[in-house]
């Protein structure tokens, strides 16, 4: 190992474990995150595939992740802060394969998008990892080619176990190496090394063509492509931490206006940074490469922006996570000064330092302000518990995975439901129910328990992250 060589690793090494101690969060899981749990705290394999195939939606379709995570949670248990733990393995992955720059590899660790996700128990550090590894082998490809070839099926690899969507970048990857390198497919190496990992693509192939056949998949989501694209720049530039938390975005988009200058500044330095590396990028990088990376890019992009039209879905950040390592690539070239000259230069890495600092203050904003938490289905669910301890029936208007997660089933005692979600076919209330409703866009859409509640003399009581507490007056 050389001196190089042990400094990288000393050094990523340090990031992760600054990321350990500052960003991994023991806060509430939210609904996705919470359904996730539910699939890791099973007692067995069978059990973990039986799980995962009823819940269905997108959980089905991330079979490596969920995977990994119920091994991951044999070990270091079920509590929030040891399952958010299992991204630190891909933070690091992602780094050591980010080493070809040291200025990229910081990029990355600081990007408040990724650092957003470090701090969710789902498949998107993991996406990161894989395309940080492939990425490397892709640009290592005109030099070593067994190594590189052996970077991108393991990068590849990663991105189809993490999800289905990762099929989609990893399909990218694949295509960018032939154009890179055509005479890649007379090497007898690659083939090789290709058909010793075949087996595990072709058993994700098949179990990704059968949970679709079973109808399996995220559900749909409306929002045109303004309104996606508009949600992906917002995320990957890391605006989140310096405007409204997501909870309020979905009641009123408008809500963005009292955070006008913070956004627009931050967005002015993050803009500059990457037109200016791109830009120098090009002077530096042959067209081949380019067409390689348009190619590569135009395939999972491409797929996702039909997905808008044939399905209602509206895809966000986090399901093109593979791109914060080539907008890292662009920020750490710009750090470097790369591609420009004497004021110019000057003003590129004064823009690229201004956007990172910008983006760690928006990191720690996410990670520590009171408006970022997630939702908090812990607390809801001990109100809810404490609630039918003192002999009080619950109606549950919120996920049931994620509250069964926190210890809530639906149970019956002498007759009575003591328990019960909210079923909208069934909008009978009794007048003594203690109400529990979060995010009414997805749990209440057409405000039938909403005018149920208010027709009933029920008014809100409490209100936590994400939650309000109805019951009836004088109750």
């Known amino acids: 190992m050389t001196i190089r060589t042990r400094m990288d690793l000393a050094l990523c090494t340090m990031l992760t474990v600054l990321a350990c101690l ?37 959980d089905a379709q ?11 949670e044999k070990v270091f248990g079920s509590e929030e802060y ?89 399909t990218g990857a694949l295509v960018s190496a032939v154009i890179l390198r055509p005479d890649i497919l007379r090497e007898k190496s690659v083939w090789r090394d290709s058909a010793a990992v075949s087996v595990v693509f072709a058993g994700l192939g098949w179990y990704y063509l059968r949970s679709l056949l ?20 917002y995320e990957l530039m890391g605006l989140t931490g310096l405007g409204p938390s997501r909870a309020e ?109 910008i983006g760690v203050m928006g990191a720690l904003s996410t990670r520590f302000c009171a408006r970022h938490h997630k939702d908090d289905y812990r607390q809801a669910a001990q109100i809810a518990r404490t609630a039918i301890g003192n002999g009080n029936p619950v109606v549950w208007a919120a996920d049931a995975v994620t509250g069964k997660y926190y210890g809530l089933r639906s149970e019956q005692r002498s007759n009575q439901m003591t328990f019960r979600v909210w079923d909208p076919s069934k909008p009978i209330l009794v007048g003594n129910e203690m109400v529990i409703l979060s995010k009414p866009d997805l749990y209440d859409p057409r405000g039938s328990l909403r005018f149920e509640l208010k027709s009933g003399g029920f008014v809100i ?15």
């Open 249 to 357: 975005l979905r009641v009123n988009p408008t809500s963005m206006r009292a955070y006008a200058i913070p956004l627009v500044s931050a967005a002015a330095f993050v803009s500059v940074t990457w037109i200016m590396g791109l830009v120098g990028l090009w002077k530096a990088t042959p067209l081949r490469n380019w067409l390689a990376l348009l190619v590569g890019l135009a395939i999972p992009l491409g797929a996702l922006v039909v997905m808008l039209f044939l399905k209602d879905f509206r895809f966000l950040a986090r399901h093109i996570a593979p791109m914060s390592v080539l907008l890292a690539v662009l920020t750490g070239h710009v750090l470097g000064g790369c591609g420009w000259e004497g004021n110019w230069r000057r003003m590129a890495q004064v823009s690229a330092a201004a956007s990172v600092v």
């Open 62 to 72: 991330m079979p490596g992740f969920m995977l990994y995570g119920w091994f991951w």
């Open 22 to 58: 500052l960003w991994v969060s023991s806060d509430s899981f939210w609904i996705d995150e919470g359904n996730a749990a539910a699939k890791a705290v099973q007692d067995s394999i069978p059990a973990w595939y039986g799980a995962l195939v009823k819940g269905g939606g997108s």
């Open 82 to 170: 040891g399952l958010r733990a299992s991204n630190l393995l891909w933070y690091f992955l992602a780094l050591w394969y980010m080493r070809f720059s040291r200025l990229e590899m910081l990029a990355l660790a600081l990007s408040p998008f990724v650092l957003y996700y470090l701090d969710e128990f789902r498949p998107y550090m993991m996406q990161i990892a894989g395309g940080a590894m492939a990425i490397s082998g892709l640009r290592l490809l005109t030099q070593n080619l067994a190594t590189a070839w052996r970077r991108v099926l393991g990068g590849c690899l990663i991105l189809c176990a993490s999800s289905l969507i990762g099929v989609l970048w990893a």
């Open 461 to 475: 009581v409490d209100e936590i992250q994400a939650f309000t507490v109805w019951r009836a007056l004088g109750k």
């Open 214 to 233: 079973m109808g399996q998949g995220a559900a749909a989501m409306s929002g045109g492509i303004l309104m996606s694209l508009g949600a992906c720049a």
